[in-house]
């Protein structure tokens, strides 16, 4: 949510000049991405938070992530992020004085891109009775390889050796 919060003048500075510092928070939807590594930096200020006269002092950034429901494949994943926003009105040893703002932005993430398979294995051809058609099928079951732009690839094969009982019958 949008919001201001004000702090006294800057240390060091005479009375009569008041200093204003103001944090504004981004809107609440910060967007879709493929992947949850896409996302923003979690102690990087938010895309379109906007911080007034901070001229003084030093400004740091924590968050939390909240995961939502969804696969983040076929249907979206979210991320609610609490973004801690400090700003140490230049008293960074004073942390009772710091100005401390908490805005929060949902990140969708909907991975769309689909899987790359890298390497698909020929056919195999087997001789009925063959002592060697076990090794045979485990080589060729293992050199099937893909690659994914978000995580890691997990398959599978069907693959039963008794399924080849009674060969040539």
Do not use: M
Request: aromatic share 6%.
């Amino acid at each position: 949510g949008s919001g201001n919060i004000e702090a006294n003048a800057c240390p060091g500075e005479d009375d009569v000049t008041v200093r204003v510092v103001k944090v504004n928070c981004p809107a609440s939807n910060g967007g879709t991405f493929n992947c949850i590594t896409d996302l923003p930096s979690p102690t990087d200020l938010p895309a379109g938070t906007v911080i007034e006269n901070a001229d003084c002092g030093t400004v740091s950034v924590t968050s939390t992530d909240v995961l939502g429901g969804g696969n983040g494949c076929s249907t979206a994943q979210t991320v609610t992020r609490t973004y801690t926003i400090r700003h140490d009105l230049g008293t960074p040893t004073n942390t009772a004085d710091d100005l401390v703002k908490e805005c929060t932005v949902v990140y969708s993430i909907l991975d769309n891109v689909e899987p790359t398979i890298t390497h698909c294995p020929s056919n195999l051809s087997l001789i009925c009775g063959d002592s060697n058609n076990s090794s045979l099928i485990a080589a060729w079951l293992t050199s099937f390889s893909a690659t994914d732009n978000c995580s890691n690839i997990t398959y599978y094969n069907d693959y039963n050796p008794t399924d080849f009982t009674g060969c040539g019958v």
